[in-house]
């Protein structure tokens, strides 16, 4: 008996060790995080009282740069207040019905202008109306996750590209696909893509305001939903990332 209780004993204890790691990182990958735009923001008000008077150009460029990194942050902190309520493990905050297709055709609405500005076509790939595309879920949730992917594609697709939403439905599962032609994952890092701050190309997905979170955030959704996120990709070639959510 007493062996079983410093096996138990030790168990914990490691437990609680893996935990207090994974909380560490996540404060260190946070700070740095919000450090970088806190410190552009800083030098670039510094820099716009320099000049606001002698060079009222330059002092437009340094305020449109000021927009942008403070739009950047404020996406950091929205992600991550996301983020920090789906890993809480406190379940749906709205159960119900929701229409994916609908909600599908909303968030692609929503993008249209972004894709327009980039020449990207959006294309709609078997997905039948007389299918029944409803889930019971979170409709916030499920908006979340979606927008993530289908703004993914566009960013990273190269103008004059194509992004293909697919759809499929039986009687217990509604299957998702987001492709797009863009610039691709190479293999050997599709298995971090769907950690917390893990970025391909850190450059590109600063220029583009990707905050390192939008695919933890995907995978927490469809895990919360009791569904999974798939990915399939090479470099050069796009990608396609597949959601598979249970009917009921």
């Not at 305020?63 to 992600?79: G, M, V, W």
């Not at 701050?197 to 995978?219: A, E, M, N």
């Amino acid at each position: 008996m007493s062996r079983s209780r410093r096996e138990v004993s030790y168990f914990s204890i490691d437990e609680l060790e893996r935990v207090n790691k994974i909380r560490r990182d996540f404060i260190a990958n946070v700070s740095h995080e919000l450090k970088t735009p806190a410190t552009s923001l800083r030098l670039l008000a510094e820099s716009l009282e320099e000049i606001i008077d002698e060079d009222p150009s330059q002092a437009r460029l340094f305020a449109s740069q000021l927009r942008s990194e403070t739009e950047r942050l404020s996406q950091l902190i929205t992600d991550l207040l996301d983020l920090a309520r789906l890993e809480s493990g406190e379940g749906l905050e709205a159960p119900g019905p929701v229409d994916v297709r609908g909600l599908l055709m909303g968030v692609l609405s929503r993008m249209r202008r972004a894709a327009r500005q980039k020449n990207i076509t959006f294309k709609w790939k078997r997905f039948g109306r007389a299918a029944d595309y409803t889930v019971q879920g979170d409709e916030t949730q499920l908006t979340s996750m979606f927008t993530n992917l289908i703004d993914n594609a566009v960013k990273y697709t190269q103008p004059g590209g194509r992004v293909e939403v697919t759809g499929d439905s039986d009687e217990e599962t509604v299957v998702i696909s987001i492709s797009d032609t863009g610039i691709g994952i190479p293999e050997k890092k599709l298995a971090r893509i769907f950690e917390r701050f893990y970025r391909v190309d850190k450059d590109r997905s600063k220029s583009t305001g990707g905050t390192g979170l939008g695919l933890s955030i995907v995978r927490h959704v469809a895990e919360n939903h009791g569904g999974r996120v798939t990915v399939e990709s090479a470099a050069g070639e796009g990608s396609t990332f597949t959601v598979y959510l249970p009917r009921s």
